[in-house]
């Protein structure tokens, strides 16, 4: 069914009591002034209210009802929707609370179990109803909000309420709203995939607590972001979610970080706050693209200048220069006294025409602009504003202003806001703006797409459960094409020292042990091994610092030298399933915290996005005079890696600590693989 008959309905019924002031009367009332009039109350008694006629069933209803409102007590929603499926209804709308979200599980699976029964789609129980302004449609106790174009998603109400009750005082129009609440059957997957075709809708903010189905969240929303864009307030971003696990993948994966990694991966912005919502939407609703990050800002005050450009900087933007050509065509019309670094300063005497033709001339070279007016009391703001809208309408690149402050600007602010130049309330939050616009832009000229997931299921060698031992971690790696070195196991000192020989010296030797996570913790590595008879000692050394720990023996590795140590490693999600880690590898990874995440499985543009992101980043481009190392096996491997956690489903972490990158390829130091215990 499609979701028209929720936000198109042919008639819509209320039910629930028409006493005033109970949820009944109060729907009747939104919907009645809201200017839809194919309205039908329903309760026991049958009666109407606000000149809509009453009946004592839906079904008793002489004309097609597409959608039901129903905010009667919870025990009587099931029977609510019995009678709506006997009246062929197509869509709920449950205002009712009194379901899951207070331990009421049982009645919550019978209303979706009638629904089911009857092909109905639920939006709810515990949802604050839905808006679809253009249709003048209101099934909400919440304010009207202005018509515009955005819409609004979210799965709390009582957020979406505040939301709205915001929105004139914000600037911001909305399209559609709606609140799912518990999400018994539609959710936020739903909503996305019918707001990619809704010609209504520009922009799409979702507020959401978690998702149903990670993957399929992806799946949806990458689909949106291909035409529109997602702005996302996720709630939750707090450690208390993150489990202890025996891994650094599984230690530094905290739920919260795994929801950042799949927003970045399918295209959507997190925002942290309200005020940023509002901000980012009313830029994506009244802005031109953002299709470079070139930002030129024009001013009249150096301070908020600098404040601004210090921002942009932060997230991003450039600020070049302008360049001679731009300089010397500026010096014909402006003052000596201006300024014609980045921020442009115009001084307290720029006049409406400098910002005309400064905003013009700028945007032959730069891609967006940013124009700030702090206007003392004695100085009239319009004609500033007149000569920056009249610059924007002339070009095709974004023009973001911020007039400061308080009541000397108020009069140009309509001004700006009917001539398409959004109004920030600072110059830092404006060039905020400018630059997620500008990611999003980035976003949409790369494949993000997931590629599809490995069918191939494979078995771990070894028949123990809990982690593998490391030889066999090094024998299933190299059986799926990752690259490790040579190596040998051995039980014994004469084959420690037989080994050694056949790897050739100097040799590293590490302990192999079911109870040793971390071997350097315990002296159970001992490098730069030279000679036959260091061996022997090695080797008697770590089964002495073992003590009555298990010991199955060492494993011997060729001495590598001149290389820089990375951290892979999957875990999994709850939520999105294999989640991939990336970072700076060896000791001192969980302390760095310089991991960049993904959802599995990765293609070589999510890849080499990953490697990009880490701050240590210029460390391995070779800073310094330091060599590059090869960041093209590094993205091979973390593609290939990627997709074992399918093939392999009985793993839940692994980890690739350290990864020695070199110049030509890359080899694994060191693996630890977590598998799933079976029961006996």
């Not at 909305?174 to 539609?186: A, R, T």
């Amino acid at each position: 069914m499609s979701l028209g008959k929720l936000f198109y309905p042919r008639g819509v019924a209320v039910i629930g009591s028409t006493s005033k002031g109970k949820l009944g009367y109060e729907l009747i009332r939104k919907i009645v002034n809201g200017g839809y009039d194919d309205v039908y109350a329903v309760n026991p008694k049958g009666q109407g209210a606000h000149g809509v006629p009453g009946y004592d069933a839906v079904s008793h209803i002489d004309r097609s009802i597409d959608l039901a409102v129903i905010a009667s007590p919870a025990p009587t929603v099931a029977d609510v929707l019995r009678d709506c499926g006997k009246a062929d209804v197509k869509v709920a709308v449950i205002i009712t609370a009194g379901f899951s979200e207070v331990g009421n599980t049982k009645e919550e699976a019978q209303i979706a179990a009638v629904a089911k029964r009857y092909g109905i789609r639920l939006c709810g129980p515990n949802c604050a109803g839905i808006i679809n302004t253009r249709y003048r449609l209101y099934p909400t106790l919440e304010t009207h909000p202005p018509q515009g174009d955005v819409a609004f998603v979210t799965q709390s109400g009582a957020l979406g309420g505040a939301v709205l009750s915001w929105a004139e005082e914000q600037g911001l129009g909305f399209s559609k709203f709606v609140s799912y609440g518990n999400g018994v059957d539609l959710n936020e997957i739903d909503f996305l995939d019918y707001l990619v075709d809704d010609s209504d809708t520009k922009v799409v903010a979702l507020y959401i607590e978690s998702v149903s189905d990670g993957r399929a969240f992806i799946t949806a929303a990458q689909r949106l972001t291909r035409e529109k864009p997602l702005v996302v307030i996720k709630a939750g971003r707090s450690v208390s979610g993150q489990r202890a696990t025996l891994s650094h993948t599984g230690s530094i994966a905290g739920a919260d970080a795994v929801y950042d990694a799949a927003f970045r991966q399918c295209g959507a912005i997190r925002v942290d706050t309200i005020e940023e919502m509002f901000d980012l939407c009313r830029g994506f609703v009244t802005l031109p693209p953002v299709k470079g990050r070139r930002l030129i800002i024009v001013t009249n005050s150096g301070g908020p200048g600098v404040l601004a450009a210090d921002r942009a900087e932060a997230v991003g933007l450039r600020l070049d220069k302008p360049t001679p050509k731009l300089q010397a065509k500026l010096s014909t019309f402006l003052p000596p006294v201006c300024s014609l670094e980045n921020p442009i300063d115009l001084t307290v005497e720029g006049t409406e025409s400098d910002y005309r033709k400064t905003l013009r001339e700028a945007l032959g070279e730069y891609e967006a602009a940013l124009a700030i007016n702090v206007c003392t009391p004695y100085l009239d703001p319009l004609p500033l504003a007149r000569g920056i809208c009249g610059a924007a309408a002339a070009v095709t690149k974004p023009v973001a202003a911020n007039f400061m402050a308080g009541r000397t600007v108020a009069l140009s602010l309509p001004y700006l806001k009917e001539h398409g130049v959004p109004n920030f309330v600072t110059g830092e939050r404006a060039v905020t703006v400018l630059s997620q616009m500008a990611t999003y832009e980035e976003y949409k000229r790369k494949n993000h797409l997931l590629p599809k997931i490995p069918v191939m299921i494979g078995s771990l060698p070894g028949d123990s459960d809990g982690p593998l031992l490391e030889p066999e971690g090094m024998s299933w790696l190299g059986e799926n094409g990752i690259p490790v070195p040579e190596y040998r196991f051995a039980v014994s000192v004469d084959g420690a020292v037989s080994g050694s020989r056949s790897i050739g010296y100097p040799v590293v030797i590490k302990v192999v042990s079911h109870d040793i996570t971390h071997k350097s913790e315990v002296g159970g590595v001992i490098t730069d091994i030279r000679t036959d008879d260091e061996v022997v000692v090695a080797f008697h050394s770590i089964e002495q610092r073992i003590g009555e720990r298990d010991f199955q023996g060492v494993v011997i590795y060729p001495m590598i030298t001149d290389a820089l140590e990375i951290l892979i490693g999957f875990s999994r999600d709850a939520q999105f399933g294999p989640v991939i880690a990336f970072g700076m590898g060896g000791i001192y990874t969980e302390v760095l915290q310089d991991i960049s995440l993904r959802i599995a499985p990765l293609n070589y543009d999510e890849a080499n996005a990953m490697i990009r992101e880490i701050k240590a980043f210029p460390i391995l481009e070779g800073t310094r005079g330091q060599p590059t190392r090869d960041l093209n096996a590094v993205a091979k491997i973390l593609v290939d890696f990627s997709r074992l956690p399918f093939c392999y489903p009985e793993i839940l972490e692994a980890d690739l600590n350290p990864v020695f990158v070199l110049s030509t390829g890359v080899l694994v130091g060191d693996v630890r693989v977590i598998q799933e215990r079976r029961n006996r």
